[in-house]
């Protein structure tokens, strides 16, 4: 399960919206808990590097990655995962999601967007072998983060 508290779950659907009618993406840093869980600590926009390509790709930035990759070491955090968007599509990974995915134990969490507003957002991972995409479930945290 990947857990958010409310704001970052707004601040994706937020970025989302304000990229419609192209593709938002950003990364999730965070870390797993003891019963495997996966909680967001932090969430960061990356510039769509692929922007250009069109509206149903998104390449976050490889500098910003660097830069939390160097920023977490020592600290417990990591990298967790990427978020990005479905301009007028469905919250589910799609063929093209699918022949990007190259790290499996990197969280997908994809907003649908139609019509510019953000209306579900799914979390997702490769299975083991990589042959297909995952749903992890999602969870808003009511309480704050853990500690």
Not at 2 to 17: F, V
Not at 24 to 53: M, Q, Y
Not at 62 to 74: A, Q, Y
Not at 131 to 137: K, M
Request: aromatic share 6%; with cysteine.
């Amino acid at each position: 399960m990947l857990l958010l508290i409310p704001g970052d779950l707004k601040a994706i659907a937020d970025h989302a919206e304000a990229a419609f009618p192209g593709e938002a993406c950003g990364l999730l840093v965070g870390f797993h808990r003891a019963g495997g869980d996966i909680e967001v600590t932090k969430v960061t926009e990356s510039p769509n590097l692929a922007a250009h390509a069109g509206n149903d790709r998104f390449e976050v930035d490889p500098e910003l990655r660097l830069s939390l990759m160097r920023e977490t070491r020592g600290t417990g955090r990591a990298v967790v995962g990427h978020y990005h968007s479905h301009p007028n599509g469905a919250a589910r990974p799609s063929a093209t999601d699918f022949a990007m995915a190259y790290e499996p134990d990197l969280v997908w969490l994809i907003t649908a967007v139609v019509g510019g507003q953000a209306v579900q957002s799914t979390a997702h991972r490769l299975s083991p072998g990589g042959t297909r995409f995952d749903d992890i479930g999602l969870d808003v945290l009511s309480d704050g983060r853990e500690q």
